[in-house]
């Protein structure tokens, strides 16, 4: 064979490869970007509700009353029956904790309070509560339970992770700098599932935190927080 017929079935080869590649099954093309998408085990959407308003938080809008806005849940300002002093600083992630926690950053206390009413809030008023802190501050469970979302998709909320608690409740945590455990995760009351920061719509660094019904997440379907 010529060196002229060689390089013509080397090109053929080549052509024949392409043709190949190019005509993979759309439906295999999907599921393998799917599974490229949910490569760390995140459920992908963080159970947002798409019906609903986005979430809109601001900890620091001027001109505020602090009357809580109504709820329709009657336990609203019921206060936590088990709520106790944490270990400063909260439990290594993984490590079970020696109590029960007081704050879900531990050492800091409300800075901005659930229920501020402002038009400028979606829901007219303020769905959780704040909590000032620097960036990179631990986060901890208030209770134990199965983390049910974490990831990047909060839009306003920034970086946030759900928790659904063995009191019946989802607490939400948002703002994060960093997210250390993915949906599914079985985690403990004072165990560091987070770090604090100032992703989404913030003007400063701080944790927003809000008190669910168990279930997907729904904006304004809150109450004031308690665990």
């Known amino acids: 064979m010529?060196?002229?017929s060689y390089r013509v079935s080397f090109f053929a080869v080549l052509a024949c490869?392409?043709?190949?590649?190019?005509?993979?099954?759309?439906?295999?093309?999907?599921?393998?970007?799917?599974?490229?998408?949910d490569a760390?085990?995140?459920?992908?959407?963080?159970?947002?509700?798409?019906?609903?308003?986005?979430?809109?938080?601001?900890p620091a809008i001027g001109g505020d009353t602090t009357d809580p806005a109504p709820t329709d849940d009657p336990s609203d300002d019921e206060p936590a029956k088990d709520a106790g002093p944490a270990k400063d600083g909260g439990?290594?992630?993984?490590?079970?904790p020696a109590q029960k926690v007081a704050s879900p950053v531990p050492?800091?206390?409300?800075?901005?309070?659930?229920?501020?009413?402002?038009?400028?809030?979606?829901?007219?008023?303020?769905t959780g509560e704040d909590y000032a802190t620097a960036t990179g501050s631990n986060a901890v469970a208030v209770r134990s339970g199965t983390i049910r979302w974490s990831n990047d998709a909060g839009?306003?909320?920034?970086?946030?992770?759900?928790?659904?608690?063995?009191?019946?409740r989802t607490y939400v945590?948002?703002?994060l700098s960093s997210r250390l455990f993915k949906a599914g995760d079985k985690v403990v009351a004072g165990q560091v599932i987070a770090k604090t920061g100032a992703t989404g719509n913030v003007t400063g660094p701080h944790l927003h935190f809000e008190d669910h019904p168990l279930g997907p997440f729904k904006y304004a379907q809150v109450r004031k927080p308690a665990w």
């Open 2 to 4: 010529t060196a002229r």
């Open 17 to 37: 490869a392409a043709l190949a590649a190019c005509s993979e099954p759309a439906e295999t093309l999907s599921r393998n970007l799917a599974a490229a998408g």
């Open 40 to 58: 760390d085990g995140d459920d992908g959407d963080g159970d947002l509700d798409p019906s609903t308003p986005p979430p809109n938080d601001d």
């Open 91 to 96: 439990t290594d992630a993984g490590t079970p």
């Open 107 to 126: 050492g800091k206390v409300v800075t901005y309070p659930y229920g501020v009413k402002n038009p400028r809030y979606a829901a007219g008023y303020h």
């Open 155 to 168: 839009g306003a909320y920034g970086k946030w992770m759900g928790l659904d608690a063995d009191n019946g």
């Open 173 to 175: 945590y948002c703002h």
